[in-house]
Each structure stands twice: as structure tokens, then as C-alpha cells.
């Protein structure tokens, strides 16, 4: 998986600001990862952390003004999608790269049935026919097992629970076999049962199409079981990235390490209080000189709050944002806890 | 921690809300529909003891009732059956004097902390406004409460002329814990408190509900559809679906050695933040949806989905009974014979 080679998509020094009456916010602030074939990457961070707009970017999907691209390469097989004009990233957008979103009631037409909206997708993308485009999308809402899907098709979105909608977002997605799958927070709005499901099926359907995603979620929980690899967001930057089972094992940042402990952990006795990152999340317009997680960092030093932190290399696939990543990598050799 | 805690508190026996939707007239049969009145049985037939200082974790998914059976208990909505006591006293039907009365003890919660505190109101009149409908305080004394209860949740004092607006999520929830204590409540309701709030942000407020609970003896009915966040929290944990509670046990037991077929289920399906945990883990995919509460199937009303389902579970009503000591579950398939589903 190491090989740079077989990169479908390469995101290097990604800056996205935006211009607000508080001053410019850099929402995303100098992101850089690479994605191979059939990979799965999971993006976590909470909410203003940057983790939609660096994935917004990459679709060229930010509102300009007051939002700007400022700097960065997005290399998507082969092409610079910031070079393209606006034409051509459309002919990628739904065809090539697809997404869905946390909210699938706000994502679909909600005067258009299902079937109209399948249709258009390959009608664009793939040149279908009518007729080709209808058989399609029924194939496609059988593959995301909507159950009855030749009759399901002709139902319009308020016919089905939120969970079967995101379903149908699925479809839609996948309908042109995308090589990339941007998917948004898809569980958060949906009961624990049918998150499980959904998560399979997203499983299931990458294995046999053999796309790549980037999973984009607040919850350690589901990239734990997803990914294979993740990158931590604070404040527009990324504070560690590593491969999955290292990131949750040996942690390198302090604010990662934080999160993982304020889970509440099904295995512990209740009672004991949790950890708790005290403070809250930075106003991302004015941020301190140093280390924006620094006032929240219970390691704290004095040079944190002065100098921003280097992204130390930990291993040839580790980084952490930290002026200790290598004493807190250290540390969590001891099995932290 | 779980045992005697002390007095029962609060005490439901077999309540219910129903919603009448209407339907099943004349007009009705004959623009095609099923002839049949529609109702939403949103809690059907609940019983349960909370006791004094102790938190009960109510959990399921959206459309289950857990948020109807919360707001039933402080009756914020009518009770269309069955007794819900508060200290021997039934609020479900009592007068709207003696309700009145009774709301200081009983306090809620709110999911949403920006839609759950009026924007026009500074902080100070938000947690001030209950200390005066409720007569503990006038004027310059209701400040320096709510300059106490202020403290009490982690907020400065100095905040108190500020509006909701200027605050971050994290802080509006405690602005909402501030005004639920400040008539200084026996039992609170808390409707998904945390679920609306950042990970570093929920630690945080649960944290703070459970100091506030050792320090004023406080009892919590915990509502939630995180099942991490509700086995961290609750001394017992009763879950909830369709209408009916189908398991009740200590929050150790329910999440060690679940015996309902969609607890086993739920449990199953929440994510864990260790990816060796998850390569490994066998999970139990329910099918389909969450069946409507109108009109909720037969019988047993997991049947649908359940994998042990059998034609009695169709016809059969299971009761809740108690299947290991102080573990209850309402399913047919199991008894104190034989707890295990797979066994049956």
C-alpha cells in the first residue's frame, strides 16, 4: 500500500479560506495526503475543524466569494482538478468522484421520484437511454438491497426512511462506478442498527467495485472499524495521520490521544469520570501564534503557546503536529491508558 | 453502586400515550384507506422504579417513545394510561395546581441546546425566569442564584447578561443544565443532552452531570441513543422498542450479557474505537426498518426483525420478566431456564 505509484488521488499544501466580517478564516490550512486504489481513508476531526471544506475543495464545491482555494495541488489520476475549468470538473463530479452527505433528505429533489434522479446520472455521465438509464437504476437500488426495487423506483424520497434514502444515495453514487467515494458524515443522522448496515454495505460495495473513500466522520467508532488509514483535523490542520491500527494504538498527538480517551469505553466500570479535553474548540479567525490546540493541551510548555508546532515524522507513515511528538509516541508505547 | 440506593422515586405502572391520528370513518374507507383508526402507541404499557440518586439510561432508536415516555413523566404530554408515581403521588392524574407544584421537583433536559433556549432572553433570564414562576426568590436575591447555579455548571458569572447566541454549543447545554437546577430538582429528565455536541464537548457535560448528581443527590432519567454514552453514565439501563421497554438490567449486565434478541442486536452494532476489536467482531445485522408506530406489529413487536422469531411471537405478547436476578427481558424464546436465545 506503500507505493506512490499507484496515488489516485494526491492532495499536497491544500489552503481553503474564506473571507468573513471576523476577519479570513483558514477553514483548511496546508492539508496533504494521498489516497492509492481501493484504499479507504477516514478523516476525523469536530465540528469547524476543516474536515468538509478539505473535501468540499477536492470537488471544487466551495462558494466563491466568500470562500477561496489559495494555494495547493489536488492531483486526481493524473490531472490538477484546480487547473480545470469548471466544465470539465463536472464531467468528473458524479462520474469519476462521487459523494454523499450526512442528511439524504436535503440531498434528493424532494419533488422528483427516485427513479428520475437515478436516471439523470448515467443519462449525463454514461449516455444511457431512457430505457438503459431505468433498468440501471433499478439494478442499482437492488445492489444497495432497497427491497421491491422495481416498484421502489417510482417512489419519490418522502416514501422512504432514513435509512433506506441513504441508501438510495448510494445508488446514485455508485451508479457510474466511481473511482473515488467521498462520503460526508453518511451514519450520523441514522439509528445505531441501520448505521451498522450502511457501513456494511459501503463495505461490501467498495470491496466489489474497488473504489477508494474517504470517510469523513466525528466518530472514532466507525473509522476504527473502516479505514486504512486516518487523518486527524484541528483548527484547518492536520494534527496526526498514520495507519489505522497505529493511530489508535500509539497515538503521537496529544489532542488524538485526548479524543480516544474521552470515548467512553463499554468495558470500564461506570463511575469513574471520563477524560475530558477541558476548553473549548478555537475560533478558527483568531488563532494564537503557537499551537492552536496549546490552551487545551494538558502538556503544555511555554514553547507551545509561542511557536507553532513542526509536523514531526514519527515512521515513514506516521506525522504528528506537536513540539513532543516523539515523547508522546514514547509514552504511548506503555499502552497510555 | 447499583444496589439500594435507596427509596423508590419514581414508579411506572403500565403507562401509556397514545396519539388517535384518526381515521377508520366512513370517508376514510371509502378514499381507500384500511378502514382501520389509526394510533400511534408511542409508550405502551411501560412499567419501572427509578430510585432516589440513581440513574436510569433509557435507550433506542428514533420513533421507539423514549423521548414521549420522558416527557410523559414530568407530563408534558397527557398520559392515556397506567400510573406514573412521583414519591407515592400519581401525576398522572392530578390537578393542574398540584402539577404545578410538583414541576419544581421534576426537571428537563433539553436535546438542542439552540432551540431550547429563547434567543430574546439574556442568560440571566433564562435561569432566572423558573427561580420566579416557582416564588424561591425576588428580586435582588434571583441574581445571585443565578450567579450560584452559574458557578455550580462552569460558567462564568460574569456571562449573565449575555444572549444564548454568543455562547458555543457546549456552554448552551450548560445554560440549560443551570436552569433545570436552579429550583434544585430531585429528578431530571435528560432528553439526548450530549447528542447534539462535540466529542471533547460531551465528556465534558457528562462529566458535569455526574458531579452535580453525587453533590446534590440528584436522580437522572438519561435518554439517549448512544449506547456508549448511556452505559458510561447509568446505573441501570432499560431499552426501548416500539412502545414497550423489552430489556431492564444494570448497565454492566445489559452490555456484558445482553438476553433480548435486539439488545444483543444494538449492542452489536455500535462502533468501537479500536480496529482490532472490529476485524474480529461478529456482528448481528438486523434487516429492515424500524416498523411505523402506527398500528406496530402483532405480538411481539420486534418479531419483524428478530432472527429467533417464531409464529408464537406473532400472536404471543411478552411480558418483562426477570430472567437472571434484577435482569429483566420480555421475550418468549427465553426464560430463567434457559437464558441464552441462541439456546432456544
Redesign the interface.
Known amino acids: 500500500m506503500s507505493e506512490n505509484n499507484g496515488n489516485l488521488l494526491t492532495v499536497n499544501d491544500l489552503r481553503t479560506y474564506f473571507q468573513t466580517e471576523d476577519g479570513t478564516v483558514k477553514a483548511v490550512d496546508g492539508v496533504s495526503f494521498q489516497l492509492t486504489k481501493g484504499e479507504t481513508i477516514g478523516i476525523v476531526g469536530e465540528s469547524g475543524s476543516g474536515k468538509s471544506v478539505a473535501n468540499l475543495s477536492i470537488m471544487r464545491l466551495i462558494p466563491e466569494p466568500p470562500g477561496k482555494i489559495v494555494n495547493g495541488d489536488i492531483i486526481f489520476d493524473g490531472q490538477d482538478v484546480r487547473k480545470l475549468s469548471i466544465e470539465e470538473v463536472r464531467k468528473i463530479r458524479g462520474k469519476r468522484i462521487a459523494m454523499i452527505f450526512q442528511d439524504p433528505m436535503t440531498s434528493l429533489n424532494p419533488f422528483l421520484k427516485i427513479s428520475t434522479q437515478l436516471m439523470e446520472v448515467t443519462q449525463l455521465h454514461l449516455g444511457h437511454t431512457k430505457k438503459q438509464a431505468y433498468d440501471h437504476a433499478v439494478e442499482m437500488l437492488r445492489k444497495v438491497e432497497i427491497p421491491d426495487p422495481e416498484k421502489r423506483v417510482d417512489n419519490y424520497p418522502h416514501e422512504f426512511s432514513g435509512g433506506m434514502r441513504q441508501r438510495v444515495m448510494i445508488a446514485m453514487a455508485l451508479s457510474c462506478q466511481p473511482e473515488l467515494l467521498i462520503a460526508d458524515e453518511p451514519t450520523t443522522a441514522l439509528d445505531v442498527t441501520i448505521q451498522a448496515q450502511i457501513l456494511e454495505l459501503i463495505k461490501e460495495l467498495k470491496d466489489e467495485l474497488g473504489t477508494s473513500v474517504i470517510l469523513i466522520t466525528h466518530d472514532l467508532g466507525v473509522v476504527a472499524g473502516m479505514t486504512d488509514k486516518i487523518i486527524v483535523m484541528y483548527a484547518g490542520k492536520i494534527f496526526e495521520s498514520a495507519p489505522t491500527g497505529e493511530l489508535f494504538e500509539r497515538p503521537a498527538n496529544p489532542y488524538t490521544k485526548g479524543l480516544l480517551r474521552s470515548v467512553p469505553d463499554p468495558a470500564h466500570e461506570h463511575g469513574a469520570p471520563l477524560y475530558q479535553i477541558p476548553g473549548l474548540p478555537p475560533d478558527v479567525a483568531h488563532l494564537p501564534p503557537g499551537c492552536p490546540f496549546a490552551e487545551r493541551c494538558e502538556r503544555s510548555k511555554e514553547i507551545c503557546e509561542r511557536e507553532f508546532p513542526p509536523f514531526v515524522q514519527i515512521n515513514e507513515n506516521h506525522h504528528s503536529l506537536c513540539h513532543f511528538a516523539k515523547e508522546v509516541y514514547a509514552e504511548s508505547a506503555g499502552g497510555g491508558e | 453502586?447499583t444496589e439500594n440506593r435507596g427509596n423508590t422515586l419514581i414508579s411506572l405502572e403500565g403507562l401509556k400515550v397514545y396519539y388517535d391520528l384518526g381515521g377508520g370513518g366512513l370517508l376514510d374507507r371509502l378514499t381507500g384507506g384500511s378502514g382501520e383508526r389509526r394510533v400511534v402507541k408511542a409508550v405502551d404499557g411501560v412499567s419501572f422504579d427509578i430510585k432516589e440518586g440513581e440513574t436510569l439510561g433509557l435507550v433506542g432508536?428514533?420513533g421507539c417513545g423514549k423521548s414521549t415516555l420522558g416527557k410523559a413523566l414530568l407530563r408534558l404530554t397527557d398520559i392515556t394510561g397506567g400510573r406514573a408515581l412521583f414519591k407515592g403521588e400519581d401525576i398522572a392524574h392530578m390537578s393542574g395546581r398540584q402539577l404545578r407544584e410538583k414541576r419544581r421537583h421534576l426537571q428537563m433536559i433539553f436535546q438542542d441546546p439552540y432551540a431550547s433556549l429563547n434567543p430574546r432572553m439574556t442568560v440571566g433570564n433564562i435561569i432566572g425566569e423558573p427561580i420566579r414562576t416557582f416564588g424561591l426568590a425576588n428580586g435582588k436575591s434571583v441574581e445571585a442564584m443565578v450567579k450560584d447555579v452559574m458557578e455550580t455548571v462552569g460558567l462564568s458569572r460574569r456571562f449573565i447578561k449575555r444572549y444564548p447566541h454568543e455562547f458555543?454549543g457546549?456552554?448552551r447545554q450548560r445554560i440549560g443544565i443551570a436552569r433545570a437546577l436552579a429550583v434544585d430538582p430531585e429528578f431530571i429528565v435528560a432528553d439526548e443532552p450530549i447528542s447534539a455536541l462535540?466529542?471533547?464537548?460531551?465528556?465534558?457535560i457528562?462529566?458535569l452531570m455526574?458531579?452535580l448528581q453525587k453533590e446534590k443527590n440528584l436522580t437522572y432519567l438519561f435518554i439517549s441513543?448512544d449506547?456508549?454514552?448511556i452505559?458510561?453514565?447509568?446505573?441501570r439501563v432499560a431499552v426501548m422498542y416500539l412502545g414497550e421497554i423489552v430489556e431492564l438490567a444494570t448497565?454492566?449486565e445489559i452490555?456484558d450479557e445482553p438476553l433480548h434478541p435486539y439488545s444483543k442486536?444494538?449492542i452489536?452494532?455500535?462502533?468501537?474505537?479500536?480496529?482490532?476489536?472490529?476485524?474480529k467482531?461478529e456482528?448481528i445485522?438486523?434487516t429492515?426498518?424500524?416498523p411505523s408506530p402506527i398500528n406496530p406489529p402483532t405480538g411481539c413487536h420486534f418479531h419483524t426483525r428478530c432472527p429467533y422469531a417464531i409464529e408464537d411471537c406473532k400472536k404471543t405478547d411478552p411480558q418483562l420478566v426477570e430472567i437472571k436476578p434484577d435482569h429483566f427481558a420480555a421475550c418468549i424464546r427465553i426464560s430463567r431456564e434457559r437464558p441464552r436465545i441462541e439456546d432456544a
Open positions: 453502586m432508536e428514533s458555543s457546549g456552554q462535540d466529542v471533547s464537548i460531551q465528556a465534558q457528562m462529566n455526574q458531579e441513543h449506547l456508549r454514552a452505559r458510561h453514565v447509568s446505573d448497565g454492566k452490555y442486536a444494538l452489536s452494532a455500535v462502533p468501537l474505537p479500536d480496529p482490532e476489536i472490529e476485524a467482531r456482528r445485522i438486523l429492515g426498518d424500524v
